[in-house]
Each structure stands twice: as structure tokens, then as C-alpha cells.
């Protein structure tokens, strides 16, 4: 898709933005900055060294939401969005909508933001690369089998050099599974590949088919649910953090894609989704209305 030479186009188009809500009786200055400075380091940065035309670019979003804010020290949320766009339609499917829960880091105003691959010497921007990276990484994914390997490893350096640091998410025994270290873990670890190879047959041969021969590519992910059953049945954790980060993404989209399907098709997909997402038992119900 992309010309693998050193490329002068950024990869990514990312809007981001900073709340302080619930932040009371402080200089809102600050934030502005502080979003301004964020905008500029993961927009204006090449994250890989392929060319990517202004139309190729990865479409998301970040939600700094600060719940607290003292001196230089700030914590809060993040939310993290990804699209993909859809061969030949105007939909755009969400890859990611992922909530970070431990968010924390020094920030002075007017500093300048820097990232260094080799090196951990900011959790702020540890955090905006890691999630690059991440989002890189599931793009990449959807177009060739596996494909984002090499953007998973660039996120995984990031926690192994993070792992000193007094910032929490970046450790295994942190956030009970589910945090940075866990969720790049779970891409990179074989007992979870299925997952990955539903990401590219969902996206390239299901969704990507969809505006030319619906029925074929809606079957194709009926078969592909398949790849995320195999994944629940084998359990390679209690927490299986990656299957629910799919769901995440994918669980209103794929109601509306079996929706449109014949009774057969439904009767068949509806248990697999009821049996690998419980927590949207009830949610699944509408494709059959």
C-alpha cells in the first residue's frame, strides 16, 4: 500500500485534546499549550519510514481528560480512537476505542516535546508514541496478514523501557491485566495470533468486499468470527484484555452487518457472539430484529 523509502508524509492525521473539567481555580493556559505541543509531536512526526499521500493518512483521536493538576504534575484519562476507511465507500470502520485509565506525567509549559526510540526520558510522550505505534500497528494489520509487526515491536520497546519508571500502566502486575504492558503482550504473543488474522480477513476480505458483493464479504466475517471463538474457547489468560478491546471496536458494526444478512446467517453468527462477548449478550439481540 505505501512505498517503504524514507518518507517526508506523516502517517498519522490525529486530533488531540485536552480537558481539565474537574480541574478547579488553576491557569486553563496550560492546556491549551499542553494540547497544541501534543498535536504538534504525533502530527508532525514520521512514525515509519514509508510515504503516505494526505489521503492515506490514519485518521484519530486522543482525549486527554485531567482530573488533576498540581504544579507540573497532571493526571487523568486518555481515550484513544482509530479509523480505517473502507475500499470503495465513505464508512470508516473504528479499529481502536480504547480507555486508558492510568494516565500521568510532568508536563511544564512551553517545554519542548521529544520522543527518543532508544530511551525512556518522558511517560508523556513514552504515552503519544506508544499509542502511534499501536494504532500503526492494527492499521497495518488490516491490510496484509500480520503486517504491523514491526509498529507492536516499536510499542513494545517503549513499556520495556518504561519499566523503571514510577508511572503506572507500563508493568505486568499493574491495572489487573489490563493496561499498556497487557495489551501490546497480548498483540505480540502467538496464543493470540487468530486474533490478528481476523483483523486483516475482517477488514480486507469481509469489509473491504462489502460495496461490490455484500453476501460474500458478510460471510467471510460470519467464518472469521470463527478465528475469536478458537481464541475465547483456548483462554490463553483469564482476562483475554485483546478480545475485549475488539469487541470495543467492532460490536455495534458487526450488529449492523448481520442485521442485513438472511435468517440462516444470523441464527448461525448470533450464538458466536453471545458465547465470545457475554457482556453484549443482550446488545447482539438486535440483529435479529
Not at 86 to 92: G, K, R
Not at 132 to 147: C, P
Not at 197 to 211: E, P
Not at 231 to 246: A, C, S
Request: aromatic share 12%; glycine share 4%.
Amino acid at each position: 500500500m505505501f512505498t517503504a523509502i524514507n518518507g517526508v508524509s506523516q502517517e498519522l492525521r490525529c486530533n488531540i485534546q485536552v480537558t481539565s473539567d474537574k480541574v478547579q481555580g488553576t491557569n486553563k493556559k496550560v492546556f491549551e499549550t499542553l494540547q497544541t505541543s501534543l498535536n504538534e509531536l504525533i502530527n508532525n512526526r514520521n512514525w515509519t519510514n514509508h510515504v503516505y499521500t494526505a489521503e492515506e493518512r490514519i485518521e484519530c483521536n486522543m482525549l486527554f481528560n485531567i482530573q488533576d493538576y498540581s504544579g507540573s504534575d497532571f493526571k487523568g484519562t486518555l481515550q484513544i480512537q482509530a479509523r480505517r476507511p473502507v475500499y470503495n465507500s465513505s464508512y470508516n470502520t473504528v479499529l481502536l476505542n480504547y480507555m486508558d485509565n492510568n494516565i500521568q506525567f510532568t508536563y511544564v509549559e512551553f517545554e519542548t516535546l521529544e520522543f527518543n526510540e532508544s530511551t525512556f526520558t518522558s511517560n508523556l510522550t513514552a504515552l503519544i508514541a506508544y499509542y502511534a505505534y499501536v494504532i500503526i500497528g492494527l492499521d497495518y494489520d488490516t491490510y496484509s496478514n500480520k503486517g504491523g509487526s514491526e509498529y507492536f515491536r516499536k510499542a513494545e520497546s517503549i513499556v520495556n523501557n518504561a519499566q523503571n519508571a514510577p508511572e503506572k500502566g507500563w508493568k505486568a502486575f499493574e491495572g489487573s491485566n489490563k493496561n499498556r504492558y497487557w495489551l501490546i503482550q497480548n498483540l505480540m504473543d502467538e496464543k493470540y495470533s487468530p486474533v490478528r488474522d481476523f483483523l486483516y480477513k475482517y477488514h480486507r476480505l469481509g469489509l473491504d468486499r462489502m460495496s461490490e458483493k455484500p453476501n460474500e464479504g458478510r460471510d467471510e466475517i460470519a467464518e472469521d468470527l470463527k478465528l475469536l471463538q478458537q481464541v475465547y474457547r483456548n483462554k490463553p489468560d483469564p482476562y483475554m484484555h485483546l478480545l475485549q478491546v475488539i469487541f470495543d471496536a467492532k460490536s455495534d458494526e458487526m450488529i449492523n452487518v448481520f442485521s442485513e444478512s438472511v435468517p440462516e446467517e444470523r441464527n448461525r453468527v448470533l450464538p458466536i457472539l453471545k458465547e465470545i462477548d457475554p457482556a453484549n449478550s443482550t446488545k447482539y439481540q438486535k440483529i435479529n430484529k
